[in-house]
C-alpha cells in the first residue's frame, strides 16, 4: 500500500532459476580475475568512468539511510603529489617505529614498503570519508548509525564498480591518513575511510603470489 512515505517496489527483476545460478557464476568468475595492483600506468582515464563507479558506490544501502559517506576523486598531479609526499613521511614512521614485527612480517609477503610511487602514476585517487555525523542547516549534529559497516558496504561495491568497468585498482589505506583532511580541505564531521587508486595497470605489472582461503573455510549452510 502506497503512502507519502513508502511507495510500491518497482526495481525488482526476477530471472528464471537457470539465468540466476549462470549471472552469479559469471560475476564471481569475473571478479575471480580482479587483482589489487601497485604498478598503473599513467593513461588517462574518463571523468564519466569515475563517476558512474561513484555512483555505483552511492547506491550502497546505510544504517537509517543516511549515507554515511563522502568520495573526492582526485586527478590534479599536484594534489596526488603532496597526498605521496604525506603519506610517505608516515609510512616512513609506520615501517621504522611503530609497526612491530608480526606486522611486518605480514606485509612482507606483498612486498610493500614505505615508497608509494602509484600515489602520482595512477590517474585518480578516489579517497573516501566516513562521516560520523552530519550537520543540519541550524547547525544540530545528526548522529550517524553503522557508519564503518555502511562505508565499507559502498567501498566494496566501488571495488567491483571499478573492476568491471575494466580498470585496475588498489586498495590504499595510510599509516594515520588525517593528512588526507587537510590536503583536502574537508570538514571536521569527516574521517579518511580509504584510498582507493584507480587506472590501467603498468605494461607487465607484477602481483604477488596469493592464495585464497576455500569456500568452506569462509561460509556455510546450516
Given at each position: 500500500?502506497?503512502?507519502d512515505?513508502?511507495?510500491?517496489?518497482?526495481?525488482?527483476?526476477?530471472?528464471?532459476?537457470?539465468?540466476?545460478?549462470?549471472?552469479?557464476?559469471?560475476?564471481?568468475?569475473?571478479?575471480?580475475?580482479?587483482?589489487?595492483?601497485?604498478?598503473?600506468?599513467?593513461?588517462?582515464?574518463?571523468r564519466?568512468?569515475?563517476?558512474?563507479?561513484?555512483?555505483?558506490?552511492?547506491?550502497?544501502?546505510?544504517?537509517?539511510?543516511?549515507?554515511?559517506?563522502?568520495?573526492?576523486?582526485?586527478?590534479?598531479?599536484?594534489?596526488?603529489?603532496?597526498?605521496?609526499a604525506?603519506?610517505?613521511?608516515?609510512?616512513?614512521?609506520?615501517?621504522?617505529?611503530?609497526?612491530?614485527?608480526?606486522?611486518?612480517?605480514?606485509?612482507?609477503?606483498?612486498?610493500?614498503?614505505?615508497?608509494?610511487?602509484?600515489?602520482?602514476?595512477?590517474?585518480?585517487?578516489?579517497?573516501?570519508?566516513?562521516?560520523?555525523?552530519?550537520?543540519?542547516?541550524?547547525?544540530?549534529?545528526?548522529?550517524?548509525?553503522?557508519?564503518?559497516?555502511?562505508?565499507?558496504?559502498?567501498?566494496?561495491?566501488?571495488?567491483?564498480?571499478?573492476?568491471?568497468?575494466?580498470?585496475?585498482?588498489?586498495?590504499?589505506?595510510?599509516?594515520?591518513?588525517?593528512?588526507?583532511?587537510?590536503?583536502?580541505?574537508?570538514?571536521?564531521?569527516?574521517?579518511?575511510?580509504?584510498?582507493?587508486?584507480?587506472?590501467?595497470?603498468?605494461?607487465?605489472?607484477?602481483?604477488?603470489?596469493?592464495?585464497?582461503?576455500?569456500?568452506?573455510?569462509?561460509?556455510?549452510?546450516?
Amino acid at each position: 500500500m502506497a503512502t507519502d512515505k513508502f511507495v510500491p517496489l518497482g526495481s525488482y527483476h526476477e530471472y528464471a532459476p537457470e539465468e540466476m545460478e549462470r549471472r552469479a557464476a559469471s560475476f564471481y568468475a569475473d571478479l575471480q580475475r580482479r587483482r589489487s595492483v601497485r604498478h598503473f600506468s599513467d593513461r588517462p582515464v574518463s571523468r564519466d568512468v569515475v563517476r558512474h563507479c561513484l555512483a555505483a558506490a552511492a547506491s550502497a544501502p546505510s544504517g537509517a539511510n543516511m549515507q554515511p559517506w563522502y568520495f573526492v576523486a582526485v586527478g590534479d598531479p599536484e594534489v596526488k603529489r603532496e597526498i605521496r609526499a604525506a603519506a610517505e613521511t608516515e609510512e616512513r614512521e609506520f615501517y621504522l617505529r611503530r609497526a612491530g614485527q608480526e606486522w611486518l612480517h605480514a606485509l612482507s609477503a606483498l612486498g610493500t614498503d614505505c615508497h608509494k610511487p602509484f600515489l602520482e602514476q595512477a590517474p585518480y585517487l578516489i579517497v573516501v570519508f566516513a562521516q560520523p555525523y552530519s550537520v543540519a542547516p541550524d547547525g544540530v549534529k545528526v548522529k550517524h548509525y553503522f557508519v564503518r559497516e555502511s562505508v565499507g558496504i559502498a567501498t566494496g561495491i566501488l571495488v567491483a564498480a571499478v573492476h568491471n568497468a575494466g580498470l585496475a585498482a588498489l586498495p590504499y589505506t595510510p599509516s594515520r591518513p588525517q593528512f588526507l583532511l587537510r590536503i583536502l580541505g574537508r570538514p571536521e564531521n569527516e574521517r579518511p575511510f580509504l584510498v582507493l587508486v584507480v587506472g590501467y595497470p603498468a605494461e607487465g605489472a607484477m602481483v604477488p603470489v596469493i592464495e585464497k582461503k576455500s569456500f568452506d573455510e569462509i561460509a556455510s549452510f546450516i
